[in-house]
């Protein structure tokens, strides 16, 4: 670099600088004046930002998971936008607790029965923090060739890498959908990012060893392991351990527990009354204590309770919108298609 005089600068020294914030709704940028030898330069970082007030109401203000860094140009369309606001369950504070662990510990697990959240709050945490989402479902047969990266063509010129390398390499969210139906060859190559080695050795690429991202977190999410959910098995034990936190999630209204803003999004969704709104969230509710005790073999989630809302408004009577939705959503068992219909025909009579 040259100076105003045109001499080269060998040493850079930074002196005071100015800094100027420059708020949007989804970005921050923050102007840096300073001087390297006699030269000014004006710098500009813009950095992806969520509104204050939410960063404030959920409590997370102050753990900023990439601070002064932007993510590159082409990985930004990866950083979600438009998620609905999480609702949260009464006495539960899922959103902070997910982004202090990842402040702290750079990874979590993430547990509870399908439908109470866990891939949507993955998401909008992600918009909260400004961080693109690396998504794996590893329940789909998934080659290594995918994940990890591969050779095209002949010889070894062309080399892609894989989902899990390219998140490596860039940071974000490494999002490792239904953990528990992962590949135990795949979960036994992830150990060593998660622990202190923080690196991966790409044994296809003449063992290249590929460093974890300074900000590169991790979020796995499963549903219990049990017969009812086909393919789950007892996580890896050195996997296992490598999560430093592990939250369990639960639906909103379960038995006589009824949450008030569940029944409010069922209200916004579907256009319903409150009282009519009320009685479909109330069945939910029941169905999913049943499912818990065992008698069910699914417990419906906020979105079956919206499709079937949604049928409701548009003219069907409540018992007939359930037969359309609800009821063939819980088992293809007709003897378990009728205890349901009965327990939904208690709140509708």
Known sequence: MESSNGKKQSKV?????????????????????TKVG??????????????????????????????DYEFPESVRNMIPSNVPEYITPPGKNYIKQ??????????????????????????FIAELTGLPIWEVNCGLQTSTYDLFGRYIGLGKENWIDGQIISWCRTGGIL?????NMMKQDIAARLNPILDTRGHIVLTEKDNEVVKRHKYGYVIISMNPFSSEFVGTKPLNAAFRRRMSVWITFDYLSVGKQISPAEIKLIQKRSGL???????????????RRQYQLGDLPYGPSPGDLMNWAILVADGSDPISAAEESIIGTTSDDIEIQETV?????????
């Open 38 to 67: 006699n030269t000014k330069l004006s710098l500009l970082i813009k950095k992806t930002q969520a509104k204050p007030e939410l960063l404030k109401k959920y409590g997370i203000e102050k753990y900023d998971l990439h601070p």
């Open 13 to 33: 020294s930074y002196g005071s600088h100015r800094l100027k914030k420059i708020e949007s709704r989804r970005f921050v940028e923050t102007q840096i004046n």
């Open 175 to 179: 999002y490792l959908d239904e953990a």
């Open 98 to 123: 997910i982004v202090r662990a990842l402040f702290y510990f750079k990874q979590c697990a993430l547990i509870g029965p399908s439908g109470t959240g866990k891939t949507h709050i993955v998401y």
């Open 341 to 349: 219909k009965r327990i939904i025909k208690a709140y509708f009579t």
């Open 273 to 287: 009354d409150e009282d009519t709104a009320a009685r479909i969230v109330r069945a939910g509710a029941e169905l």
